[in-house]
């Protein structure tokens, strides 16, 4: 079956009169990359509608949806020191909500059990009761809530964003339906993250937190990945995989300190397919987030797309041993977990 796909150039609409690193460019090079490779011709486009304000009602509170509406259509200004909103945002921002939405409804009903979500504006900083850091509505965490509604027992969101999701995790930190899992530069931007934050209540445990400090590359991630993320899903069981998909780890990003390889990205989203293949019946969709280096930003999003479109994706390589700075903190994720997790009682490979 085809990759479902949203990408359009209403998601164009959204756009700062100044310079500012989330800009239409970033579309634009991801729909070429996609169309040099001929993948975009292999997938279904979904077409867009706007979000209704009862899916965004499960995430979001109703004050600050009758707020926005009130004030972004046909406006511009900023909503935070870093989150700009101009005449087509708002539409922009009901589209993306929407698109992760359809997506993820046409995983469960089978029609596309991957999908692919590039749109604008990216979500995982809004918090139920504001918008932040780029972030007007969160896409994925709307989502999940839909997934949730639908009748799915069990969703997990996997961010490997550069930036920790504080929306996200927000969103479902109580919740032990969803599992949200972070790997993300810390500390830096939002603040949030550390490996300590698991979840309260009912949720403990299903917050799966990987502080990894700058400088870190394949092989920190993939050890994140192999020893702490892959054995918490697997224990987890989701019925469906969402991917909060940012390329700002890439090694030239301006607004980060990782060094991620196109390699790289591409071995995550395999380690995240094969959970998918195994719990999952396939149902993986990824929703854009960060990622500001062009270059990066399009490479990263083909060698995604290739996992979504592959029969069944090759085995992950040989990984490398990894900084000192990373072991401690994959260390520090697992002893916050283990009591909650079994299946992190013990090191990984």
């Given at each position: 079956m085809s990759v479902g796909l949203v990408i359009d150039e209403l998601f164009l609409e959204h756009r700062s009169d100044e310079v500012h690193p989330e800009r239409p460019e970033r579309l634009l090079a991801i729909g070429q990359a996609l169309a040099d490779s001929g993948l975009g011709g292999r997938a279904t486009r979904v077409p867009v509608r706007a979000v209704t304000d009862e899916e965004l009602g499960r995430v979001h509170d109703a004050a600050i949806i009758e707020l926005l509406e009130k004030n972004l259509p046909g406006r511009s200004g900023y909503l935070d020191g870093d989150t700009y909103y101009s005449p087509g945002s708002w539409r922009a921002a009901r589209a993306a909500a929407a698109a992760a939405v359809d997506l993820v409804t046409a995983a469960l009903s089978g029609e596309h059990?991957?999908?692919?979500?590039?749109?604008?504006?990216?979500?995982?900083?809004?918090?139920?009761?504001?918008?932040?850091?780029?972030?007007?509505?969160?896409?994925?965490?709307?989502?999940?809530?839909?997934?949730?509604?639908?009748?799915?027992?069990?969703?997990?969101?996997?961010?490997?964003?550069?930036?920790?999701?504080?929306?996200?995790?927000?969103?479902?930190?109580?919740?032990?339906?969803?599992?949200?899992?972070?790997?993300?530069?810390?500390?830096?931007?939002?603040?949030?993250?550390?490996?300590?934050?698991?979840?309260?209540?009912?949720?403990?445990?299903?917050?799966?937190?990987?502080?990894?400090?700058?400088?870190?590359?394949?092989?920190?991630?993939?050890?994140?990945?192999?020893?702490?993320?892959?054995?918490?899903?697997?224990?987890?069981?989701p019925e469906l995989i969402l991917v909060s998909a940012g390329y700002d780890a890439f090694v030239d990003d301006p607004l980060a300190g990782?060094?991620?390889?196109?390699?790289?990205?591409?071995?995550?989203?395999?380690?995240?397919?094969?959970?998918?293949?195994?719990?999952?019946?396939?149902?993986?969709?990824?929703?854009?987030?960060?990622?500001?280096?062009?270059?990066?930003?399009?490479?990263?999003?083909?060698?995604?797309?290739?996992?979504?479109?592959?029969?069944?994706?090759?085995?992950?390589?040989?990984?490398?041993?990894?900084?000192?700075?990373?072991?401690?903190?994959i260390e520090a994720a697992r002893r916050a977990l283990s009591p909650h997790i079994p299946a992190l009682a013990q090191p990984g490979v």
């Open positions: 059990p991957r999908g692919l979500a590039a749109v604008r504006p990216p979500g995982h900083h809004a918090t139920p009761s504001r918008p932040m850091g780029f972030c007007i509505f969160n896409n994925v965490a709307v989502a999940a809530a839909a997934a949730r509604a639908a009748g799915c027992a069990r969703v997990a969101v996997v961010d490997w964003d550069v930036h920790h999701g504080n929306g996200t995790q927000d969103a479902f930190y109580a919740d032990p339906t969803v599992m949200y899992v972070s790997t993300h530069q810390y500390p830096f931007y939002p603040g949030s993250g550390a490996a300590a934050e698991i979840g309260e209540g009912a949720g403990t445990g299903t917050t799966v937190n990987l502080p990894l400090p700058a400088g870190s590359g394949d092989a920190e991630y993939a050890a994140a990945f192999d020893e702490i993320i892959v054995p918490a899903l697997r224990w987890f069981r990782m060094r991620v390889s196109t390699e790289g990205f591409r071995r995550m989203a395999g380690a995240v397919r094969a959970v998918a293949d195994e719990v999952a019946g396939g149902r993986m969709v990824c929703v854009l987030e960060g990622g500001y280096d062009l270059r990066g930003l399009a490479e990263g999003v083909v060698a995604t797309f290739e996992i979504l479109d592959a029969d069944t994706p090759a085995p992950p390589h040989d990984r490398k041993d990894i900084a000192h700075g990373a072991r401690a903190a």
